[in-house]
């Protein structure tokens, strides 16, 4: 499968922030994890049938997980830790994933 990295960059984004949205308590990470994590699910399922409409989709998914980044980039747990190295590979993933697309 060509898309592999990328999918599993999403898969691993999503299980972070899922489980950072279920782990936060007053941090509020809860809507803006949640989010990411969906649109991460949702990406690799686009990119699993090679859709047309994968390009707009990165895009807004590169976006979530800055947000999450700079959300979760603020605290000092754990689970926000980890999210936001998951967000962060996710984003640098999918921009690699665009670069190799568009060359």
């Not at 949640?34 to 690799?44: E, H």
């Not at 590169?62 to 689970?79: F, L, R, T, W």
Request: net charge neutral.
């Amino acid at each position: 499968m060509p898309h592999l990295d990328s999918i599993k960059a999403c898969a691993q984004s999503a299980a972070a922030c899922t489980n950072c949205a279920e782990m936060s308590g007053t941090e509020g990470c809860s809507k803006q994890c949640r989010a990411n994590a969906a649109l991460a699910s949702c990406t690799a399922q686009l990119m699993s049938l090679d859709a047309p409409q994968l390009n707009s989709m990165i895009e807004l998914t590169i976006k979530s997980a800055q947000s999450c980044v700079d959300h979760c980039g603020k605290h000092s747990n754990e689970h926000c830790k980890a999210c936001v190295e998951a967000a962060q590979n996710l984003g640098s993933n999918l921009r690699k994933f665009q670069e190799r697309v568009t060359s």
